[in-house]
């Protein structure tokens, strides 16, 4: 019998759609009817579940996506969020998608409130990752986030500067003495982007970052995941061409690979060795 996806969202039991779905995702349309409820939390609902199940399936939700699209134009403040955030899980993998979501992104930018800035800017990360000229025009707005945004706020911020970057590093080359000045005074529970966006500077310009090294290294005996898989990935970027810029930081790289218990950390640990021709990560 078709389960009855309405009564279990009002019920908010959500882990159990989310099953229901990954078992038979012809439920997506069901779900998805669901975004034109006045429950708030439903709708909220929803759209965290539709990020989650459109990563792992995104030929499943593309046909949803101008839904979801138009929901960032919603007066609720907390599905504008979660519309920011479940279109930059699945836009960037369609180029129309990504182009009908950035401009609204780019907006976003602007709002009043700081939750909405960080999440439209950590989704117009990711488009830009794999589309970046559709986003590249945002890059000053993200520049006056990162230098005068709350810590969270310049946390997405230099995240997604450090996505861009990745395959238009010319676009934060010039950033480097501007991340180094945020990163002196970042928390280590807000510097993951930070680090990353030296690590995307580093992965073509390893020479420029190579100072930073020492201060990349404290990073890996940080308590907070975030600060050590970022820190992680950005020394692997930096020693890709030249291993030996960051030799001393690979046995603590494979220390935690082994040890690790979350599984970012761990699969960041191990791409990085990777990187850097370590055989522990064969």
């Known amino acids: 019998m078709k389960p009855d996806i309405k009564a ?27 975004l034109a409820e006045k429950n708030g939390d439903v709708r909220s609902g929803v759209l965290n579940l539709l990020s989650r199940v459109g990563f792992d399936h995104p030929d ?28 930059g899980n699945l836009g960037f993998s369609f180029r129309d998608a990504a182009a009908e979501a950035a401009p609204k992104l780019k907006l976003l930018l602007h709002h009043e409130q700081s939750l909405v800035r960080q999440e439209a800017a950590y989704a117009l990360g990711n488009i830009g990752f794999a589309h970046t000229d559709l986003v590249q025009d945002a890059v000053p707005r993200l520049i006056q986030m990162l230098e005068g945004g709350d810590d969270d706020e310049r946390e997405s911020a230099a995240h997604a500067l450090g996505k861009m970057g990745i395959n238009a590093p010319e676009l934060i080359r010039g950033l480097l003495p501007r991340l180094v000045e945020v990163l ?80 970012d950390v761990k699969m960041n640990a191990k791409v990085a060795l990777g990187r850097l021709g370590d055989q522990s990560a064969m």
């Open 60 to 87: 499943d939700t593309r046909p949803h996506l101008p839904t979801l699209i138009a929901l960032l134009d919603d007066p609720d403040m907390f599905i504008k969020i979660d519309a920011a955030n479940a279109v």
């Open 8 to 34: 279990m969202a009002l019920s908010k039991k959500f882990g159990a759609i989310e099953t229901a779905i990954y078992t038979d995702r012809s439920l997506i349309s069901d779900l998805v009817a669901l």
């Open 184 to 263: 002196e005074f970042s928390k280590e529970a807000t510097c993951g982007g930070v680090l990353f966006a030296l690590g995307a500077i580093g992965l073509h310009y390893p020479q420029e970052v190579a100072n930073l090294v020492p201060r990349l290294m404290q990073y890996l005996d940080s308590g907070n995941p975030n600060a050590v898989k970022n820190a992680v990935a950005a020394l692997g970027n930096i020693g890709s061409l030249n291993a030996e810029l960051v030799e001393d930081a690979i046995p603590k790289i494979r220390k935690i690979m082994k040890t690790a218990t979350d599984v």
